[in-house]
């Protein structure tokens, strides 16, 4: 039973299109993140949600919105995708266990 | 700026010998480390972690020793197995985790 599930698990589009990726986990977790593992492979913090409620959003591109419906759901929408967006994004949660995340296993993200 | 730098993007082991992954940070004002282990097309996952109340913590075959007057953390793999080939990712907890580049460790049979 998957813990933090993202889908799609792989996306192909094209420039100027919009798109979503879903995440769910079923921990029980109050805090869910975004995070882009760019093309040199650096992890990088997007966006933190903890019970619905936006508490981090690093320096991303107004084009990129998060949404929480629920404590158990934080999907990222994408608009006007640029060839730079391409990428892997990966959805985690936590329980405020001192850094231990637990993370799916990633979307990768490619614009033509 | 990145806060928390691991140097070394490869690490070649022979299998049942030492690993040893290092790791170097800047900001002494955040005092939790962590490591993490990612295999490719999967998330990372959560390998041990250490407080700057600790110069060592260990588990298993994994110890994770901290230098604060050094600001340097290294994580130590032994005996090594070929299981371990994967990236080791070093991060430091500020209320949100912030990754080095990541070490990618093979160990050869």
């Known amino acids: 039973d998957t813990a933090v599930s993202q889908t799609p698990k792989y996306l192909v589009t094209q420039m100027g299109n919009d798109k979503s990726i879903k995440c769910e986990q079923n921990?029980?977790?109050?805090?869910m993140y975004w995070y882009k593992q760019d093309s040199k492979k650096f992890l990088k913090i997007m966006f933190s949600y903890n019970n619905k409620e936006l508490i981090i959003n690093e320096t991303v591109p107004n084009r990129f919105s998060p949404k929480s419906p629920d404590k158990a759901h934080l999907n990222l929408h994408i608009n006007s995708l640029e060839l730079g967006d391409s990428a892997v994004y990966f959805c985690?949660?936590?329980?405020?266990?001192?850094?231990?995340?637990?993370f799916g296993s990633g979307t990768r993200l490619t614009v033509v | 700026d990145q806060q928390v730098k691991q140097n070394s993007p490869s690490l070649s082991v022979q299998e049942g010998r030492i690993s040893i992954l290092n790791c170097d940070y800047t900001?002494?004002?955040?005092?939790?480390f962590l490591w993490y282990k990612k295999y490719p097309a999967e998330g990372p996952t959560f390998l041990i972690s250490i407080s700057s109340i600790k110069d060592k913590n260990e588990d298993g075959r994994f110890t994770v020793f901290l230098n604060k007057s050094a600001k340097h953390l290294s994580l130590h793999i032994v005996p090594s197995q070929p299981g371990d080939s994967a990236v080791y990712f070093c991060?430091?907890?500020?209320?949100?985790?912030?990754f080095g580049q990541g070490t990618e460790l093979s160990v050869k049979p």
């Open positions: 991060a430091d907890d500020r209320g949100k985790l912030i």
């Open positions: 900001n002494s004002m955040f005092d939790y």
């Open positions: 921990l029980g977790h109050d805090t």
């Open positions: 985690a949660s936590s329980q405020d266990t001192r850094g231990r995340y637990t």
